[in-house]
């Protein structure tokens, strides 16, 4: 209970401390770069992603989740995204190949340990 309660601390002073960088970042983009208001933009909001994301990996780092559980569901949304791009026939193949992938990074998690995710 402890842990949890020291993570959404955590949580909070990371938000403060991002929303803080955030702004310096926005002063930096608007003042000094000189680049277009497209492209500070962007820049912008990566940072902001960026930030977010690296957040969330502490926090869930702090908590003791190990991030190794994430890699099935990661490479099997990064297939359907990739193979969603694809034409309407190729559906068929994006759920055969997103679910043999989804196992087999299963399998590798539970059954050998995720030594197979760690050596690549």
Do not use: Q
Request: with cysteine; charged share 10%; glycine share 10%.
């Amino acid at each position: 209970m402890l842990t949890i309660i020291r993570a959404i601390f955590l949580s909070l002073i990371l938000y403060w401390l991002s929303k803080n960088l955030l702004g310096i970042v926005r002063i930096w983009l608007r003042t000094g770069s000189g680049l277009p208001l497209a492209t500070e933009a962007l820049l912008y909001k990566l940072c902001k992603i960026l930030l977010v994301s690296i957040s969330a990996v502490l926090v869930l780092h702090y908590i003791g989740i190990d991030l190794i559980v994430f890699a099935p569901f990661g490479g099997a949304m990064g297939l359907g995204i990739g193979f969603g791009l694809c034409p309407l026939d190729g559906n068929l193949l994006l759920l055969r190949v997103a679910w043999f992938w989804l196992l087999l990074e299963v399998w590798l998690v539970r059954c050998c340990n995720g030594v197979g995710n760690r050596d690549i």
